[in-house]
């Protein structure tokens, strides 16, 4: 049947249906008149439209007429109307609105539902449904202006108590169907009006008038009864969803017309309205919530799939629109999400992933607008305020999770994140104390002597943007849980990129990178349930990734162009201007902190690898020792702490077992390196840590080494003669260490000490008879017998003579090694360079010390050694007189009588000679003369003079020269100390020769008499008795006690 | 236009003799191993990974070590050493077990050759009690193959190389001696088949390509020299190398026939171009007389190394020539 398309004859069709319906309205006619209505097409029903409700309207409004029967027919023909066409009149609109209204309630009260069939009263919600979704865009809103308050509240509680207290279950689903569209909620398949941001701004202005209602009396139908069908739960809890949504948007709020007052022209009405003010919007949410938790308790674990995908829906839907107003509520809606997870209904999860992934972008927006505003925050606030930026900046990723990886994905986000980092962790570098403090070894040795208990201090890092320790913390934090969640292998990418592409990002990225793979390790993570997806435990990246990565940033860390960086100034251009050097120092500044940081960042990937770092102590080890070698003191400590760190994390229990167990890769680079030591200047100093930290285990592969060290200084002896005397100083350093000499020293002093404490006159007649038995024969038996003892050890030699001339080498190597450097250091010993005459001068000592062990490979040695160092002590800087006295010192305490006759024709009259000529000075000199070289030089002769003198057995002339040199420093007028020295020497010259000593200082001065035991005897007479005291007689008493 | 003279990029240390002999084992999965043979008589296993010795067999009661090698079937090392023994290994997880030992009754300094004829079977040339005698012997039965004694006066075999031709004839040896001769000897049918005297000194060493028949040998003096065998099977002397310095105690040509590398007494190791036989590069590390040179077995090329063990003690690894692009 086709249907009627011309108005005309449509009109002429229904005319006299609708006249005689407006005549007789009865439920036959009305029926009639339905039944027209079909066959007219809906265009020009649409033109018809008002001459069609007329009637209609006309039967609802006159009150005697209302049976239902008739009603319920109005209804259904209402229905059809309006479903097919559109309401272009308000009047219309709101006269039907009202009418349909009054149909359903009751007619003592508005807002409760009238007593009437429920074919009726969902004929009714169906037209009144129809109605909502006929309404033309421009009217319809019209429904919301504050103006029909009233009369839309009637209708909302109407439709809640239609929803709530109704047997029937359509009838129930229809009262809350019509609510949805009236919230503009309707999720029907029909086209419905989308309105702009300003119309849904004051619908939901006014239907925040109703929300407590609606919020209350819907989570009641939710809640209530569990018998209801799912069919009611779901259209409640979209109503709930709908209304909380529309009323609390975050849109909404944000924008200043949600609290536009109402206009005074309303009058009463004005009092309804509300304001949706933040207090309200605080409390409102707190209730909220409440409701909202009873409502998930109810539903999360509801028999029904579709209303647990609902409640899915809602958590959804009001995290991404209301996540700022019901912030209480997002833990609640989180759970709710979260829970949905692990559902046993497919449709459920799939639900879910796809909400994640909305999730996810709603907190990556957010996170990338933080990002954005980060730097500048961090500029601007106090540090309390971005503390708590920060804090929020790592909830984003906490939240996140392993969505990290996917966000990251994003090239904005990852550019923005890291970018905010950079600017965030710039560091100040002007403090000039960094590159002026210099170490000087004593580090060294105090972190081999206790090994464990020691931790380098570590000044902390000043940052440009802030100084609050715990943002440092948060930071790092943040970059921990980037590596954590993040793809490590993207995550590395990047940020070596930016270590690369700028000075300025290098740092940072650094330690961005350095924090990162300890996340990406899972070390110093709190794993927490507060991520998404808390399904996933443990870091994201494999052990096989992390060594990957770790690989390719220790390259780029160790490569020669980043690690080997200008920390000190040249020593040559001392005298520039000022404002270069401030900028100098920004830039050795900036070079220092980024080798701590890099050298933290090695310790990092030690702690990220544990004991799959050893293989990568291969390359790393060295660059890190390079680093402990350093003059820089912060560098120097940092290398220290670097290799602590490595230590630990490898397994090893103490430094000395890293470094022994992994001598031999760097003596493969050292000796390497020594053979190109223009590029590789640092290689000597590595040897120099190696041996501070190291044992005589060590000795083995040391030999081989020196061997390369020995070579590569003969070749350059000019330019790097300073670095190797170093290396050479720290060698006879260790072996000195290694090989202590018990022999000689202990020995002589022992001596000495009993001979001096209590000189036993008994002991000494004793040894005087003895002395005198043997220069008359006496006892001669007893060393025949000695004598013949000796051939069988000579014998001895012989055979091991046999054995051939290659077998004779059995020297212990330390020796040979020793032997070696002693040769170098006779050539080195006439150097012009000062400095480097004085360092060759404490290793010769050292190698007199070591080598004093042996006599037959020290006397040679002593005799090559002779003509050289007897031109530093005659004729030579002070300085290197003052070394080179010591040296000699030691090697007569080793040598003991070999030099003899050297030092007494060579030496002995320049020594004494310059002690008498100084005598008067120092004797009249001031407090400051102590400062002085010439005081100092004086000093080291008179304290060594006596044991020297001593040991080397010198010859009573020699004797008397040192004595007559020394005399006038007994006088009081002479510094304190030069007193003290001088008296040491005439000690030692009195164990020597005690009577000589006695009878001389008692010419000069004796502060007693001597009477004679017996009377025959004749008196006593010295030419220094009955002087009157003097400046001598003090020390003069003293020695002769 | 002269590069910088390369480094070696590693050098192993710690063998505690010198090094007479080196052989990679690389084909196969990780590790990758590295055998030396020292004049102390231990046998080190590097690994190349870690670049440490992986284990240490005191193969030959402290005699020096001469030569080893390893079956490519097996995990079985060989080695000989100075007390006149041939000795086999089972390397099987990780073990270092003697499996067999011969009895060479040589005094020299010859080192072995070896030659894989199946899966189970190989040949071994060695030099025999007789001063100018050459023994071969097929392993693991330990039966006689035959014994190759010159008739003409060329004194003592100072060193071999068995090789399988691809004519079908049955495996060769080329073994030079006391005099500076050369002699090339089919083995199956127990006969000379040339003679040529290659240099005034005893050959130290020698070396052969069997894909271009072209091999090369290097005396005490200063001179290298070449030689190919022709269709009748004739040894023809090439070219010579001078070298600056005398003395030569080990060749060895890498698997891609395009660089040979040689030991010098000099400290030395240089590179030839096995084509054209120009000096390429001179490789300075050592600070004593180099003893062997030995080339990766590598697959991919780009790993392969040269090693150098010197009697300094010291091995060096060098990566060179290896990148395609070089003009050997």
């Known amino acids: 049947m086709s249907q009627i398309n011309d108005p005309k004859v449509a009109f002429a069709y229904l005319r006299p249906a609708c006249v005689l319906l407006t005549k007789e309205p009865t439920v036959a006619n009305v029926e009639t008149l339905g039944e027209q209505l079909k066959e007219i097409h809906d265009a020009s029903l649409q033109q018809l439209q008002e001459y069609v409700l007329f009637p209609l309207r006309f039967v609802l409004k006159v009150p005697q007429l209302k049976k239902e029967k008739l009603v319920q027919a109005v209804a259904e023909a209402l229905s059809y109307v309006l479903e097919k066409t559109c309401v272009q009149s308000w009047d219309t609109l709101h006269d039907l609105f009202s009418e349909l209204c009054l149909c359903l309630c009751s007619p003592t009260d508005p807002g409760k539902p009238a007593d009437l069939s429920e074919e009726l009263k969902s004929a009714l919600l169906r037209c009144l449904d129809a109605l909502l979704h006929a309404a033309y865009g421009d009217i319809v809103f019209k429904l919301y202006e504050p103006i029909m308050l009233p009369g839309l509240g009637a209708a909302v509680s109407l439709l809640l108590a239609l929803g709530e207290k109704e047997k029937s279950r359509e009838v129930q689903a229809a009262a809350l169907r019509c609510l949805q569209s009236l919230i503009l909620h309707c999720d029907c398949t029909q086209e419905h009006v989308i309105p702009s941001s300003d119309e849904r701004c004051s619908v939901g202005s006014t239907m925040a008038s109703f929300l407590p209602g609606i919020a209350m009396a819907v989570s009641r139908i939710i809640t209530g009864n569990l018998r209801q069908g799912h069919a009611v739960t779901v259209r409640a809890i979209k109503v709930w969803c709908g209304s909380v949504g529309l009323v609390m948007e975050d849109a909404q709020l944000q924008s200043s017309k949600a609290c536009e007052t109402p206009s005074q ?83 459920v999860r799939e639900r879910f992933v796809v909400i994640e992934k909305i999730l996810a972008d709603v907190l990556s927006e957010n996170l990338h607008s933080l990002a954005t505003s980060l730097p500048r925050l961090m500029r601007t606030s106090n540090d309390q305020k971005k503390l708590f930026v920060l804090k929020v900046f790592l909830g984003y990723f906490k939240v996140l999770g392993p969505l990290v990886s996917v966000v990251l994905n994003s090239a904005a986000h990852l550019e923005r994140i890291s970018k905010a980092l950079m600017q965030v962790l710039e560091l100040d570098v002007v403090d000039v104390r960094i590159v002026e403090e210099r170490s000087h070894g004593e580090s060294l040795e105090r972190s081999s002597g206790s090994v464990g208990s020691y931790a380098a201090h570590i000044p902390q890092k000043h ?3 802030f100084t609050d320790e715990k943002i440092f913390s948060v930071l790092m934090e943040i970059c921990r849980t980037l590596g ?77 162009t980043n690690w080997n960086l200008i920390t000190t100034c040249e020593e040559t251009d001392g005298d520039r201007q000022d404002q270069q050097v401030t900028e100098n120092t920004s830039f050795l500044n900036s070079n220092i902190w980024q080798l701590c940081i890099q050298l933290e960042g090695l310790a990092c990937l030690a702690q990220a690898l544990g004991r799959d770092f050893r293989p990568l102590l291969m390359t790393s080890l060295y660059p890190v020792l390079e680093k402990a070698g350093e003059e820089t003191l912060l560098v120097n400590q940092a290398a220290l702490n670097s290799m602590m760190c490595i230590s630990q994390a490898c397994g090893y229990s103490s430094l000395k077992e890293l470094i022994n167990d992994n001598s031999d890769y760097l003596l493969n680079d050292i000796s390497l390196n020594l053979q190109r030591l223009s590029q590789h200047p640092q290689a000597p100093r590595v040897l120099t840590v190696m041996l501070a930290h190291s044992d005589s285990s060590l000795l083995p592969l040391i030999r081989d080494v020196v061997q390369d060290v020995l070579m590569a200084l003969d070749l350059s002896y000019n330019h790097s003669a300073a670095l190797f005397c170093s290396v050479l ?142 031109q530093r002590l005659t004729a030579d800087d002070p300085l290197a007189v003052l070394r080179a006295f010591r040296v000699l010192c030691t090697l007569g305490e080793a040598c003991g009588d070999f030099l003899r006759r050297r030092v007494s024709k060579e030496v002995l009259p320049r020594l004494t000679s310059s002690l008498t000529r100084q005598a008067p000075v120092s004797a009249k000199a001031g407090p400051v003369y102590t400062h002085t070289l010439a005081y100092k030089l004086q000093l080291a002769v008179l304290q060594g003079l006596g044991s020297l003198c001593q040991r080397l057995d010198l010859g009573e002339a020699d004797l008397d020269a040192v004595c007559e040199a020394c005399l006038p420093y007994l006088s009081c007028r002479q510094p304190v100390r030069l007193q003290e020295a001088c008296l040491s020497v005439f000690q030692h010259l009195i164990q020597v020769d005690p009577d000589t000593f006695w009878f001389t200082l008692n010419e000069l001065h004796c502060p007693c008499s001597y009477t004679p035991p017996h009377p025959d005897l004749p008196p006593i007479q010295l030419s220094g008795m009955g002087r009157p005291r003097d400046e001598y007689s003090d020390n003069f008493y003293f020695c002769l006690q | 236009m002269s590069l910088p003279a390369p480094h070696p990029i590693y050098t192993l240390r710690g063998a505690g003799g010198a090094l007479n002999t080196l052989h990679f084992r690389c084909h196969g999965e990780d590790p990758h191993l590295l055998f030396s043979g020292s004049g102390k008589g231990s046998i080190h296993i590097w690994n190349l990974n870690s670049r440490r010795a992986e284990k240490v067999v005191e193969a030959h009661s402290g005699s020096s070590v001469t030569w080893v090698s390893t079956l ?73 193959v035959c014994t190759l004694t010159p008739k003409a006066k060329v004194g003592m075999v100072m060193c071999i190389k068995l090789w399988k031709t691809n004519s079908g004839l049955g495996p060769l040896l080329l073994a030079g001696y006391e005099d500076g001769s050369l002699l090339l000897w089919d083995v199956t049918q127990r006969a000379k088949l040339s003679q040529v005297r290659a240099h005034p000194e005893p050959v130290m060493c020698l070396t052969f390509d069997p894909r271009r028949l072209r091999g090369i040998s290097g005396s005490s003096e200063k001179k290298l020299s070449s030689w190919t065998l022709d269709s009748q099977n004739n040894i023809q002397l090439q070219d010579d190398v001078t070298l600056v310095n005398p003395g030569v105690s080990q060749l060895c040509i890498r698997e891609d026939g395009r660089i040979l590398a040689s030991a010098g007494w000099d400290d030395r190791v240089r590179i030839f171009s096995w084509k054209t036989l120009r000096p390429l590069a001179v490789l300075q590390y050592h600070t004593d007389m180099v003893l062997s040179v030995a080339f990766s077995d590598h697959q991919d090329p780009r790993q392969r190394l040269l090693a150098a063990g010197s009697k300094d003690q010291r091995i060096s690894l060098w990566s060179i020539y290896n990148d395609g692009a070089g003009k050997g």
């Open chain 1, 484 to 560: 954590f969640y993040g793809n490590i292998y993207l995550l590395t990418d990047h940020f070596l990129d930016l270590y690369r592409q700028s000075l300025v990002y290098r740092k940072q990225a650094a330690m961005v990178l350095n924090e990162m793979v300890r996340g990406a390790a899972g070390l110093a993570m709190a794993t927490g349930a507060q991520c998404l997806d808390s399904g996933v435990q443990g870091p994201s990246a494999s052990q096989e990734d992390l060594k990957v990565a770790a690989v390719s940033i220790m390259e780029e860390y160790t490569s020669l």
């Open chain 1, 265 to 347: 022209e309303l009058g009463r009405i004005g009092q309804l309205v509300v304001q949706r003010a933040p207090e309200w919007v605080k409390s409102t949410a707190g209730k909220l919530s409440v409701l909202l938790k009873k409502i998930i308790s109810c539903t999360s674990a509801h028999r029904h799939w579709r209303v647990r995908l609902e409640m899915v829906e809602l958590a959804d839907h009001l995290l991404v629109a209301c996540s700022q107003s019901l912030r209480e509520c997002v833990g609640l809606l989180l759970e709710a999400l979260v829970g949905a997870v692990n559902d046993e209904e497919p449709k």
């Open chain 1, 463 to 465: 940052f440009l943007y």
């Open chain 1, 729 to 870: 100083h720290a060698l006879m350093k260790a072996l000195a260490r290694w090989f202590p000499v018990s022999r000689c020293r202990t020995g002589g002093s022992a001596r000495s000490k009993t001979s001096t404490d209590d000189f036993n006159c008994r002991q000494f007649l004793l040894d005087y008879q003895k002395q005198k038995d043997l220069a008359e024969g006496v006892g001669i038996e007893v060393d025949d017998t000695e004598d013949l003892e000796v051939p069988p050890a000579s014998e001895g030699e012989d055979a091991e003579d046999i054995c051939g001339p290659d077998e004779k080498s059995e020297l212990p190597s330390h020796l040979i090694i020793t032997k070696e450097v002693a040769e170098r250091c006779v050539h080195l010993l006439s150097d012009p360079r000062l400095q480097l005459r004085l360092k060759v001068l404490e290793v010769l000592e050292l190698c007199v010390y070591v080598l004093s062990e042996r006599e037959n490979e020290l006397l040679p040695m002593a005799h090559r050694c002779w003509p050289v160092l007897r």
């Open chain 2, 72 to 144: 490519q079937s097996t995990d079985t090392l060989i080695s000989q050493g100075r007390d006149m023994q041939v000795c086999l290994w089972d390397l099987n997880e990780g073990r270092s077990e003697l499996l067999e030992s011969v009895w060479t009754g040589s005094v020299g300094f010859c080192q072995c050759s070896l030659l894989e004829t199946s899966p189970t079977n190989y040949l071994l040339a060695f030099a025999a009690q007789q001063t100018e005698e050459i023994k071969i012997i097929e392993l693991p039965s330990k039966n006689p």
